[in-house]
């Protein structure tokens, strides 16, 4: 009996990819879900929950069992890398021969988006270890954009023109479902999850005003203005550092790029900006 564990189960990847295998996954296979809290673990018939973090030391216990892994990253902070590590090794100790992780498109030392090279290292710790490993290297979540707007529908930042290749969660989560079926096909290979089209965020906000019935806008900002309007966050440097560089790599062209992997895997075009954010 094969065990496969999804982290970040209460999460929209991990939740939906949970969801998806609960009725369709290998026979002789059942799922083990890791959450930070139980009691918000979505309600499957005959999955197993466990409560672990990705910093926990009781990981290599948690993980004892479980052959296939898939590894949401974790929230944002100044010590990912740090955690990831430490949970890929209590993995690979407790017996995961496979890890499928969501990456991020690009993913590399020198990344322009700052949190890419969370990424790229964790990807190479993953390497290190010699298990078998999937990498699922996603463009931005179409679905987050609306949440770059203010209260008055204000998308700021220093993106000028340069466009993005925005995929939908959905079809992040439908990849990494099938890929979780059929591992045999999926072994040490890495794939670049977008959308059918790339945008510049003047067109994002149009769609997002036609899409929700509320004006969307883009101003782009310099660098100065960028920290500025920031600032009344009050969040750590590296964290404001991290946003803004949201907007310049895609100004610099770095997520344009189209990719066919979500079509040539799903057997069905990808779902388009304007489907991902209309409620």
Same mark, same amino acid.
């Given at each position: ?13 991990? $939740? ?15 799922? !083990?879900?890791?959450? !930070? ?17 990705? $910093? ?7 993980? #004892? ?36 992780? @969501?990456?991020?498109?690009? #993913? =590399? =030392?020198? +990344? ?7 990424? #790229? ?34 998308? !700021?930042?220093? %993106?000028?023109?340069?466009? &993005?290749? %925005? ?7 439908? &990849?990494?479902?099938? &890929? ?9 290979? @890495? ?14 906000? %149009? ?27 009050? %969040? ?8 803004? +560089? @949201?907007?310049? =790599? ?19 075009? =990808? ?9």
């Amino acid at each position: 009996m094969t065990v496969m564990g999804i982290t970040g189960a209460t999460g929209h990847i991990g $939740g939906q990819v949970a969801r998806l295998l609960s009725t369709d996954r290998p026979e002789a296979s059942r799922l !083990r879900l890791f959450v !930070r809290e139980a009691s918000r673990a979505p309600d499957l018939p005959g999955v197993e929950v466990t409560t672990l973090s990705y $910093g926990d030391p009781a990981g290599v216990e948690a993980l #004892a069992g479980v052959e296939v892994l898939l590894m949401v990253s974790a929230a944002e902070s100044d010590d990912r890398v740090r955690e990831h590590r430490a949970f890929v090794e209590h993995a690979v100790e407790a017996g995961v021969r496979h890890i499928v992780y @969501t990456s991020f498109v690009g #993913a =590399a =030392a020198d +990344s322009g988006f700052l949190l890419g090279r969370d990424h #790229a290292a964790t990807e190479q710790v993953i390497r290190d270890t010699g298990v078998t490993a999937t990498f699922l290297r996603d463009n931005f979540y179409a679905e987050v954009f609306p949440l770059f707007a203010d209260g008055e529908g204000v998308i !700021r930042g220093p %993106a000028g023109s340069g466009r &993005v290749a %925005a995929v939908s969660r959905r079809d992040v989560a439908e &990849v990494a479902a099938m &890929v979780l079926r059929n591992l045999a096909n999926h072994g040490d290979t @890495t794939y670049n999850l977008t959308g059918p089209q790339a945008y510049t965020l003047d067109e994002i906000a %149009a769609i997002l005003t036609e899409a929700g019935g509320r004006e969307h806008r883009f101003v782009d900002e310099s660098l100065v203005e960028a920290r500025v309007s920031r600032a009344r966050f009050g %969040a750590p440097e590296w964290m404001v550092e991290a946003w803004i +560089s @949201t907007y310049t =790599a895609i100004r610099d062209g770095e997520l344009e790029e189209v990719s066919d992997d979500v079509p040539r895997l799903l057997g069905r075009p =990808a779902t388009s900006f304007r489907d991902a954010v209309t409620p």
